[in-house]
């Protein structure tokens, strides 16, 4: 397959068809110095140009002309194709005003309102050292030694100024961000991703997806046009329990049909769903499913969610830590997932999930020529 543009308008990896596989890593920024930071991303959008092009990370390559030169890529990537590879950026709260309010790079003044601490919701059990970041890096590919590949590069560019805060793998899809694209499976056995918000609905995606002009906020956020907000929940699914409950149990849970992924009383998968359908006397979709209380009418928004599967070993407990990291991409977060989230208070589907880490990031808009870098109108 061809490389996947790395110039535009927006980043790529949002809307880019969904590829199979993730490496998604937060970072806090450990030096004071705005010049280091400038120079970091500077850094970054170079060696991501070239990475997503199927090119080592530097000119230099992985096997330098000269023995006592240190290579400028860590070859496991030779010989790969680029694989999809796409790489997002994103800024958190924090590397605006830092956790104890602290403006270590002159940016605050320049944070987007809607840039803030996701709020907590009933049921979380959130871990704090596997949240929040003043930096994260998506990179998504179709082979997973592509994503890593990129992803410890870039951490190596940053050695002295940042460090990695945490970091996820995630193995398959669960959605789909195309119609061109087969809807997926999640860790549940469901076809997930097949009322997500597709690339092919530009209206939609400016309404919903992308920062627009009207976000400004009177210059303060203007760098972020054209960019959007990451939302990132590792949700831990309760798979035992899952798996001993029965069809008609995890239908009523989703809402939808396992087999054909068709909103109850519905026939094919992408029939539109009817929460007036009733069978035999009652609604088809019950109104603590899932997709009842997901779906735009009745959570009044939607987001373009483009999460991965991950199994992180056991829970200690002979149980597997598995479950869907799960990201969301969206104009603002409040609007976006806090609302979603907060509408799926009555999900039948919370005895099955928990929400282990959360995080915010905005991402900037799109690099547009071979000077620009990531988040080059913020600084
Ligand atoms: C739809 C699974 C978490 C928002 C769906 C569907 C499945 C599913 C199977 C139906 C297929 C589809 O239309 O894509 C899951 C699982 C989750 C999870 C297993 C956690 C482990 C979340 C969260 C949110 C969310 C945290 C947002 C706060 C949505 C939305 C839809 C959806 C907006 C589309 C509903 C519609 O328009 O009909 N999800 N989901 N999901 N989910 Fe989730």
Known sequence: TDPVPFTGEHQAGIVTPAQDRLHFVALDVTTDSRDELIQLLRDWTAAARRMTAGQDAGPGGAVPDGAYDVPQDTGEA????PAGLTITVGFGPTLFTSADGVDRFGLAARRPGPLVELPAFPGDQIDPAISGGDL???ACANDPQVAVHAIRNLVRLGAGVVSVRWSQLGFGRTSSTSTGQATPRNLFGFKDGTD???????????RFVWVGDEDAEGGRAAWLRGGSYLVARRIRMLIEPWDSSTLNEQEATIGRAKGSGAPLGQREEFDPVDF?????GEFAIPETSHVFLAHPTNAGT???RRGYSFVDGTDGLGRLDAGLFFIAFQRDPATGFVQVQRNLRTDAMNEYVRHTSSAVFACPPGVRDDADWWGRALF
């Open 302 to 304: 939607a987001i373009l």
């Open 136 to 138: 994260c890096i998506q």
């Open 196 to 206: 997500n918000l597709k690339a092919e609905n530009a209206s939609t995606l400016e």
């Open 78 to 81: 030779i010989g790969l194709p």
């Open 276 to 280: 007036t359908a009733r069978v035999d």
